[in-house]
């Protein structure tokens, strides 16, 4: 092949995007409750060994770039959009009216704020460190930000603590710095009551949300189930304002399984908000488009999901990677992760419907009908074929995400 000069690589990348089947409508995509956070299509590739790849760009970009796509829905950090200076300030209530107008025009939703407490060198000691004027501080930016929330029409505030913890051991007592991070929380949830009835709007859904690694080496709440105890231990004053958001990669880096992750958090009915995207286990956070890497777990977790009625937000947190440019992150990374998860979400939908799935799970639940008082071994013999069933409908599963169940064949 020729070499590809600057001028003619976009619409390589734009005829190859096409060549690989299109792609849902706009229209489509944006039937689902999915959203783009501003942090995600403004990454711009750097990291601790890494240089950025990428320019700049500003939520009007962003925002627009969504709307095109049939993303419905736009998340951010305080900081994505307000430099840490104007927060509280004049400057914040113009840069609101800005992200307003630039919604309302391209018709996207804010559905979520999160207030950045683990950037700025102000929390390089975690925003619940010992110095009360930097408790005060992040309770303040989690207050502003429940401001924000409520001025930009958002229902979900969402949390991850990131600093809280150590590099170093020896200074820091766990006990007294979840009471102050609870302090930070308590104080949001409870100006949040008092905004919404000022505002006669519905209070927020306030998420906390895990991660088992990075930015520090010991973490004080590394995954979701720590976060569902620190919401149950009665250091918080509102636990019933106060679920999770989930990211599944954070579940798997610590070696977890996010369908079990996701299942404890059903059952304690805090599934609030969840960030999609994929990665490796016991790796850092690579925040890989969702599907990428794992998709037959992905298939499995949103099996899970829409049988329990999941309706909360997908949220695309994840890096569109170093080797892509400006243009194809809104050529090709947003457009493609959307649509694997429609297409992985559609899937999970023949999977719950699928006829071969369905019978094989209830002669399981039905047993082999051994009476009551049958011993061990009894019980066992007349179960062992049945049992089989299992590993059929590992294999039932891998048929319908290779797309086998439609005929698919290969040809010997
Ligand atoms: C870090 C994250 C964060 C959180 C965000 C909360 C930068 O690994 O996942 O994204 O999702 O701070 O909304
Ligand atoms: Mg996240
Ligand atoms: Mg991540």
Not at 24 to 40: D, H, M
Not at 41 to 67: C, K, M, N, W
Not at 80 to 103: C, F, N, W
Not at 152 to 171: F, I, K
Request: hydrophobic share 40%.
């Amino acid at each position: 092949m020729k070499p590809v000069p600057p001028s003619g690589q976009k619409a390589l990348v734009e005829r190859l995007m096409q060549a690989c089947g299109g792609g849902y409508s706009p229209e489509t995509r944006r039937k689902y409750f999915i959203s783009g956070p501003q942090w995600a299509a403004s990454y711009r590739g750097q990291a601790l060994f890494h240089a950025p790849t990428r320019e700049a760009i500003g939520f009007e970009d962003v925002i627009r770039e969504y709307a095109r796509i049939g993303i419905g829905f736009w998340t951010t950090h305080d900081t994505d959009v307000i430099p840490t200076e104007h927060l509280g300030k004049d400057g914040q209530q113009e840069i609101v009216a800005a992200i307003r107008k630039s919604l309302a025009n391209h018709g996207v939703r804010c559905s979520m704020v999160t207030a950045e407490t683990f950037y700025h060198e102000v929390f390089a000691a975690s925003p619940a460190a010992e110095a009360p004027e930097i408790r005060a501080y992040a309770a303040f930016r989690v207050n502003n930000t429940v401001d924000l929330g409520h001025e930009l029409g958002a229902q979900y505030a969402v949390y991850w603590p990131g600093s809280l913890g150590y590099y170093v051991q020896g200074a820091i007592e766990e006990t007294q710095t979840l009471r102050w991070y609870a302090d930070a929380l308590n104080s949001a949830t409870e100006h949040d009551i008092e905004v919404a009835r000022s505002k006669n709007r519905p209070v927020l859904k306030h998420c906390l949300e895990a991660k088992p690694f990075e930015p520090q080496a010991e973490i004080l709440l590394p995954t979701s189930d720590a976060m569902l105890a620190f919401i149950a231990s009665g250091l918080l004053t509102h636990p019933e304002m106060v679920g999770l958001n989930p990211e599944y990669l954070h579940e798997l880096m610590w070696g977890s399984a996010p369908r079990a992750a996701l299942a404890r958090a059903l059952v304690a009915g805090k599934l609030w908000h969840f960030d999609i995207n994929d990665g490796y286990r016991l790796k850092h956070d690579v925040d890989i488009g969702v599907g990428l890497v794992n998709p037959l777990d992905w298939l499995n977790v949103l099996v899970l999901l829409r049988s329990h009625g999941y309706h909360g937000p997908f949220n695309l947190d994840y890096k569109p990677p170093r080797t892509t440019s400006n243009h194809g992150v809104f050529a090709v990374s947003f457009p493609s992760a959307v649509d694997r998860f429609i297409t992985l979400w559609e899937m999970a939908g023949e999977v719950s419907e699928d006829p071969v799935i369905r019978e094989a799970t209830e002669a399981l639940k039905a047993g082999a009908g051994v009476p009551p008082g049958a011993d061990a071994k009894a019980i066992f013999e007349a179960n062992k074929d049945l049992l089989t069933l299992h590993e059929l409908i590992a294999h039932r599963l891998v048929q319908i995400l290779l797309g086998l169940h439609r005929g698919r064949v290969y040809l010997v």
